[in-house]
């Protein structure tokens, strides 16, 4: 079956959007609203159709990969980019858990969003947003992949902003779409260095097709020309970074994923925690052999990925709501799966998204089906003693629990420490790294024990007559939850270095492996069970930190802000972008009423002028048959005179 | 003493400068068409005036075209003539400066 077409795969969520997106008009009139059995059936299809093809072509998929071009796009003289697929190792490991992932949460969703108004709406934009992210996986140029990654950004912004009746959602939704925006800048400014590169140096058109890219860089490399196109290489290699920042939520562009939680639960899962923030370590990977041979890059790369982490996973620390502290918690993780990027472990970081992905959305949907145990209680000062209430939400909650701190055995575990293994064998910077990242994991450790304390142990501390709603979420949703948590335990088996499995370092090999290898890392070789100890000790000390420093849980007040300091700390960047927002208003104020006003008078000058030419002009064409006549006699005359006096000559 | 071409043509010009005049300067429009008559037919003495200083034989063409103009002014005249009652009828003046537009 290697010849379904790969087209299949996005075409499926795309059907289903439109479909449901029909279906969303067509009730959008009636009282009742569309059946939800209808809808969620054809919610959770399409993405798991999407997900069977993606398994059927994984299956006989050849080593090089399944390439596939639909039609021609663009075909200008300097640039060529097609409509074409690329399915290899790792757009297959990325599409396998965007679409089963995806369609868990969907299955999810269905009971998630009973009742809500916008049912049908909800899973079409879900759709949408799967089509999106396929596409942006899947293509074989940045072009198509920017399609994709604009896809994605529309779609997170028509989901957070789900619950528009809320004036704060629809700000959240704005600020997700126009910090992602500047990022986007940085994309296209990546893309129009290559293409400059691409006409200058290589005389090639299609320069942003990852295979041409890929030839044209070798060639440099062989060639010797490296060093010459190495400043505007670089310039492309930050330019593109700049865009992940923007979309994996890394310093300074990192604020919006925070109030992005003001989207539905199954939202925050599936696109701030498994699908699209990581496209920008995907699209890392994509371009390893481009940032293998941009070393100033990739330290800044490790350099901003090390500041996240640490920043992220302390603001964690501060956050009552039990939405934030996982938000914090991605941008933390996210933080780890670049610092492994910066140090050219492009596989490291890969394997951390994909277990990233598992735990982090079993955490997620956990968090939701406490949400909807307790009608929309987000505060964790308010909960407590869910345990025994809840055992199967509070059992998922406690395997990915197990997962993200790296307790021994879990799918966090095996990736979080094969990336602090790369970062300590980097290079001289090495240790400083791997100190962050020890000291980082302590911190998540903290922070999950001190999140799982407040929320499943202890006493209820919420209002009685809310006590007895409390009831177990149904099998819908707790289905995709043990799925996932599944996930959590067993995906790091697939590259368990101790143990001697690397099934996902082989299977990666042929894309980033050969980037890796252009870096040169230190041949210091350390016992990986010391790496395997340290780990484990990391997270078993912010275990124990964590349950005497929060034994008292504080009173809760009305707003789940934190305050003081601790404020400070967390929206430092909230605040930082302020300034930048302050400081464009007065630019624009200046531009309004000085640079404005100049434009406007030239625009006056210039329409007066022509005015009272025009109306000279018009004076002479009036409607008075003698004044015509003697007008035109009178320029006869003149032009008579003309040829007289120049002798004929004009 | 045979005439002599020069004064034909200053007649011719003189009667072109009139019939300008007139067409310009008067308002009533029967007059203003007269005007181009009397323009139209100074040019044509001009014509028969140039064809009469050539040879006999090339002359003809001269005093030919006149004819032609003669026959084609007296169709215009019909025509404008027409036209002028039809304005007069419906408007009541022959004042061609109160007719500034083309609506009736």
New interface residues.
């Given amino acids: 079956m290697t010849n379904l077409p790969l087209w299949f795969i996005p075409l499926f969520p795309l059907i289903g959007t439109i479909l449901l997106g029909i279906i969303a008009v067509a009730s959008s009139g009636s009282k009742k609203g569309p059946s939800e059995g209808l809808v969620g059936a054809l919610a959770v299809l399409f993405p798991a159709l999407a997900f069977a093809s993606v398994v059927v072509l994984s299956l006989n998929m050849p080593e090089e990969g399944i390439r596939s071009v639909l039609c021609n796009w663009i075909d200008l003289s300097f640039l060529n980019v097609n409509f074409g697929f690329l399915f290899d190792n790792l757009s297959r490991i990325m599409l396998l858990f965007v679409t089963g992932i995806g369609s868990l949460i969907a299955l999810y969703s269905i009971g998630y969003m009973h009742g809500d108004r916008g049912f049908a709406r909800f899973f079409s934009y879900i759709n949408l947003f799967l089509f999106s992210m396929i596409v942006l996986v899947l293509s074989d140029n940045l072009m198509l992949t920017f399609f994709g990654w604009e896809g994605v950004g529309l779609c997170s912004y028509l989901l957070i902003g789900f619950w528009n009746h809320d004036k704060d959602n629809c700000k959240a939704a704005n600020k997700a779409f126009i910090v992602n925006r500047v990022g986007d800048i940085g994309f296209l400014m990546g893309m129009l260095i290559l293409i400059f590169l691409g006409l200058n140096v290589a005389q090639s058109n299609s320069i942003l097709q990852y295979d041409s890219l890929l030839s044209f860089l070798k060639a440099a490399i062989a060639g010797g020309q490296i060093a010459i196109i190495m400043p505007a290489l670089t310039a492309a290699g930050i330019c593109f970074f700049v865009g992940c920042t923007g979309k994996s939520a890394q310093i300074p562009l990192l604020t919006w994923l925070p109030d992005a939680m003001a989207g539905p639960t199954p939202v925050s899962a599936l696109i701030h925690a498994a699908t699209m923030v990581t496209s920008g370590v995907y699209l890392l990977a994509r371009l390893s052999t481009m940032f293998a041979a941009l070393p100033v890059v990739l330290d800044i790369i490790t350099i901003v990925g090390a500041l996240t982490a640490f920043w992220a996973a302390v603001s964690g620390l501060f956050q009552n709501d039990i939405k934030k502290v996982l938000a914090y918690s991605t941008i933390s993780q996210l933080g780890y799966m670049f610092m492994a990027a910066g140090v050219a472990a492009f596989d490291a970081s890969i394997f951390h998204v994909f277990t990233h992905a598992f735990f982090k959305a079993a955490l997620f949907l956990g968090a939701g089906a406490v949400i909807h145990a307790l009608a929309g209680e987000q505060d964790m000062r308010k909960m407590g003693g869910l345990a025994k209430k809840v055992p199967v939400t509070a059992g998922v909650m406690l395997l990915a629990f197990a997962a993200i701190i790296g307790i021994p055995g879990f799918a966090g575990f095996w990736s979080k420490d094969l990336i602090l293994e790369k970062l300590y064998m980097s290079g001289p910077m090495g240790p400083a790294f791997y100190a962050v990242g020890l000291l980082t994991a302590v911190i998540t450790a903290v922070y999950m024990t001190r999140l799982i304390i407040m929320t499943f142990f202890g006493e209820y501390r919420g209002s009685k007559e809310s006590e007895a709603h409390i009831h177990e979420a149904p099998a819908c949703m707790l289905i995709p939850m043990v799925i996932l948590a599944a996930g959590a335990v067993g995906t790091g088996y697939l590259w368990a270095e101790s143990l001697g499995l690397n099934t996902f370092e082989h299977a990666l090999a042929p894309v980033v492996g050969e980037a890796q290898n252009a870096v040169a890392h230190s041949a210091a070789h350390v016992n990986p069970m010391m790496f395997a100890a340290l780990g484990t000790l990391a997270a078993l000390v912010g275990i124990v930190i964590a349950y005497f420093a929060f034994k008292k849980v504080p009173t809760a007040t009305k707003s789940t802000r934190p305050e003081g300091g601790k404020a400070t700390w967390t929206f430092l960047f909230d605040i930082i972008h302020g300034w930048f927002i302050g400081l464009t208003n007065v630019i624009a104020w200046i531009v309004d009423n000085c640079v404005d006003k100049l434009v406007q008078f030239a625009q006056w000058l210039v329409a007066n002028i022509t005015l009272i030419l025009g109306d000279g002009a018009a004076s002479f064409q009036v409607r008075k048959v003698r004044l015509q006549l003697a007008l035109s006699i009178a320029g006869v005359a003149a032009l008579v005179l003309v040829v007289l006096l120049t002798g004929g000559l004009i | 003493m045979e005439l002599q071409a020069m004064y034909i043509q200053i007649l011719a010009l003189v009667l072109f400068t009139i019939g300008?005049v007139v067409?310009?300067?008067r308002?009533n429009i029967f007059f203003?068409l007269m005007g181009v008559e009397l323009a139209l037919n100074a040019v044509n003495l001009s014509m028969v005036g140039f064809a009469k200083t050539l040879p006999a034989e090339l002359s003809a063409a001269g005093q030919i075209v006149p004819l032609f103009t003669i026959a084609v002014a007296a169709a215009e005249a019909c025509v404008g003539l027409a036209l002028v009652i039809l304005i007069f009828r419906n408007r009541e003046s022959v004042d061609?400066?109160s007719?500034?537009?083309m609506k009736g």
Wanted: charged share 20%.
């Fill in positions: 300008l067409a310009i300067a308002r203003v061609s400066d007719f500034t537009n």
